[in-house]
């Protein structure tokens, strides 16, 4: 009678085992399902920190791709807009040109003026070009910037203000999105809708005319040379996107490094938890099935 | 000389004795599931011997006693683990739902509604004056505030459920200690006449063992019979004396425990239920609202400061963004609030013409300005996130421990004190066999009692 005793109830002992296993289940089942790793903080509470950091700069990546294209819109726009306008002055000068030239009647400058008002008007409409609802030449104003106004030497007052805005487009790095009408159409030297304007004047008084002309020249490069803003600020947007897909790229490979469920040892583990179980399982079925009490003699 | 009648009572003495043996063993098979049984054991011992000059007989067996077989020593340390158990089991369940709130692959969360609503100010700034851009940011710091108030909400709801489970905690103590001092006078009413209080003890091991698993309690055996105090000597039970504790709302309503002399000892408890659900309700709970509300402070502050410094779509100087939060911050959380309906009063504007952007832009830096300390609003949250996490996952590992170590220690005692039926069976055939032969024995001694009586009278 000195063997060991053991534990003639192993039933509690094997109950919580079973409990053990079916958590781990449980929690492989979880991770299964959701494809991560990390489904509530304390499954990783260091993990879990910094998938909160990294969902944060995926939005924050998320937000400047989409203020980039929102910007983009609009710099292509006013893009498109000043190639509309030099097209227009090329127009004018042609005109010009040819009004200072040929053997014309006074009534054939007059139509050539005529042409040059539509021209002017043109011009007007393209410089209250708008995108999304917003003058995109009317500085940080938000008033239709040119207005027609005799009482001006030019024909036309502007309204907006001289204000640009900014745009983030990366951490720490914003873009200027606008340059204000003032600048681009009452540039120095000539403006673009004085020199059209005395242009016209000329061809009606048949007198300096072709000063006239070099006028609109020169409001012609200067709009030309402004339009450089906008190809930069789409040239910088298209860079930047390209930076910040490769950002993405690489966040949302930090995410699955953090948070993605390996698949491959969670069914494994899932595998022998399962096994364990059922042994488990199968022990409890076998347990104090016997006892010497089976093998006493009926009485 | 011996006599036949005293080889008949040594016969007889047996089979009282091999009876008593086998009770024993029908009393161990009937208890084989009653929890906390300690299996007994029958004492056989030799009468004393009749001496008649050179020989020595023996006068046969009696059973002395029937002891229990049991531990206290392990027994003791039972409860002790018993105790870690109860205050981590209490502390992880009570984490394990406040750290719901902090889950940020589900969406909803403050983390996210951070970002949503810093996003919101990244398309405004591309066009400062579009008015469903102004509104989709006030709704973003509408769903901003309505998740810190969702979080702060659900904790303190939380907070009020273990307030409730400690008022539990301390009716279910009282009413164990009131059954234990009942069962130490019936203990030590048997064992002043000498009798056999086994069930009893065994009755009170059960309630000692429920009692530690929601208070630290400190055991002493004295001459009085068994006192229990916690173990920072608050009297729980002296002898047949049980001392109720109860409990007093303070000022925030949480309720507070009393020692039957008035004293509050709510913060001496060092294990047990009632000490896990305090350290949730007292310490982790309220400090993750404090962060909460540090939080939501920093940034409703810094967002209004910044709104005020600029202008609005009309031109008027900014006014606050969200409702200015109490002062010492506590409950700001669960009270932030927008402060503004109309989308054209956020001062996006940095000069006060309408389509600038000036003021959205620096609204929009807030996201990266340290909020408290030394951190951004990120990082403060995520921080907090990997704190509440982290608290949940050391006790849940400590409480996986705790509970290895309990198991092990129910198995050593299964292993001391459990009824085996293997063993209870091999006992029933030992006393079975030895009644049988005592009872031969009588019937012999009848027999040559009978031959003695006839002796003569045969014709």
């Given amino acids: 009678m000195s063997a060991i005793r053991v534990n003639p109830y192993p039933l509690p002992g094997l109950l919580a085992s079973l409990q053990t296993t079916e958590q781990q289940i449980q929690n492989d089942l979880s991770q299964l399902a959701t494809g991560r790793s990390i489904n509530e903080p304390s499954d990783n509470p260091t993990g879990a920190a910094e998938l909160t950091q990294n969902l944060a700069q995926i939005s924050q990546v998320d937000t400047f791709q989409r203020s980039m294209s929102s910007v983009n819109g609009e710099l292509s726009t006013a893009d498109s807009t000043l190639n509309s306008v030099t097209t227009a002055l090329q127009r004018a000068i042609s005109l010009g040109v040819e009004g200072a030239n040929g053997p014309l009647s006074d009534s054939d400058r007059a139509s050539i003026a005529t042409e040059l008002q539509g021209i002017q008007s043109q011009l007007i409409s393209l410089a209250n070009t708008s995108y999304q609802g917003q003058y995109i030449f009317a500085g940080t104003a938000q008033v239709q910037p040119f207005v027609a106004d005799p009482s001006q030497t030019s024909g036309v007052r502007y309204d907006g203000n001289t204000g640009t805005n900014s745009v983030a487009i990366g951490n720490g790095y914003s873009l200027q999105v606008n340059l204000p009408g003032s600048q681009i159409f009452n540039g120095p030297g000539a403006g673009v809708f004085q020199a059209v304007n005395d242009l016209i004047n000329a061809l009606q008084a048949n007198s300096g005319i072709g000063s006239a002309v070099n006028e609109v020249n020169t409001a012609y490069n200067y709009v030309d040379a402004q339009r450089v803003f906008y190809g930069n600020g789409m040239n910088q947007i298209t860079d930047q996107t390209n930076n910040l897909n490769t950002e993405q790229v690489e966040l949302s490979s930090q995410q699955n490094t953090i948070a993605q469920a390996d698949l491959p040892s969670v069914i494994s583990n899932f595998t022998t938890a399962e096994t364990g179980r059922e042994a488990t399982l199968g022990a409890i079925g076998q347990t104090s099935q016997m006892n010497l009490f089976n093998f006493l003699p009926p009485p | 000389m011996s006599s036949l009648f005293a080889t008949l009572d040594v016969a007889i003495g047996a089979l009282g004795a091999e009876q008593g043996a086998l009770d024993t063993t029908s009393n161990n098979v009937a208890n084989v599931n009653t929890p906390g049984y300690s299996r007994e054991e029958p004492v056989l011992v030799e009468n004393p011997p009749i001496v008649l000059g050179p020989l020595t007989f ?133 064992q002043n006449v000498g009798e056999d209080a086994s069930s009893f003890v065994d009755q009170r091991d059960l309630a000692i063992g429920q009692l530690s698993n929601l208070i630290d309690v400190s055991q002493i055996q ?33 309720q507070q425990i009393y020692s039957q002399q008035g004293v509050n000892i709510t913060g001496t408890l060092t294990s047990g239920d009632l000490e896990g659900q305090l350290q949730v309700r007292d310490e982790a709970i309220p400090e993750l609202l404090s962060n909460l509300d540090t939080l939501a402070a920093g940034l409703a502050t810094a967002l209004n400061t910044t709104n005020q410094a600029g202008f609005d779509l009309n031109g008027n100087a900014g006014g606050n963004l969200f409702v200015p939060p109490p002062a010492g911050v506590t409950g700001a959380a669960a009270g932030m609030a927008v402060a ?120």
Avoid at chain 2, 112 to 117: A, C, G, K, L, P
Avoid at chain 2, 231 to 251: D, E, M
Wanted: a negative charge; zero cysteines.
């Fill in chain 2, 222 to 254: 004295t001459e009085n019979g068994l006192t229990l105090t916690t173990s920072n000597g608050t009297p729980l039970v002296a002898g047949n004396q049980s001392f109720a504790l109860s409990t007093q709302p303070n000022a925030a309503g949480m």
């Fill in chain 2, 58 to 190: 023996g006068s046969g067996v009696s059973l002395q006693k029937v002891q229990s077989v049991r531990d206290p020593i392990l027994q003791l340390r039972i409860d002790g683990e018993t105790q870690q158990q109860g205050a981590l089991n209490a502390f992880v369940t009570g984490m394990q739902q406040a750290q719901v709130q902090f889950n940020s692959t589900s969406g909803g969360d403050i983390g996210s509604e951070i970002s949503n609503f810093f996003s919101s100010l990244g398309q405004l700034s591309t066009n400062p004056t579009s008015l469903s851009q102004r509104q989709a940011v006030l709704t973003a710091a509408g769903n901003l505030a309505q998740s810190f108030n969702n979080t702060a909400d659900a904790l303190i709801q939380q907070q009020t459920n273990v307030n409730l489970n400690v008022e539990q905690d301390v009716q279910q103590i009282n009413t164990l200690t009131g059954q234990i001092a009942q069962l130490n006078s019936q203990i030590s009413a048997l």
């Fill in chain 2, 340 to 459: 503004i309906t109309d989308p054209s009063l956020i001062a996006a504007s940095s000069d006060g013409s309408p389509g600038s952007n000036g003021n959205v832009n620096v609204l929009s830096a807030v996201q990266n300005q340290v909020i408290a300390n030394g951190q951004n609003a990120s990082d403060y949250y995520s921080n907090i996130v990997f704190n509440v996490g982290n608290e949940v996952s050391n006790s849940s590992a400590e409480l996986s421990s705790a509970q290895l170590t309990l198991q092990q220690l129910q198995n050593q005692r299964g292993s001391i004190s459990g009824v085996s039926l293997d063993e209870e069976a091999a006992n029933l055939i030992q006393y079975q066999q030895a009644y049988e032969a005592a009872a031969r024995v009588v019937d012999t001694v009848s027999q040559m009692l009978d031959t003695v009586i006839n002796m003569g009278a045969t014709p």
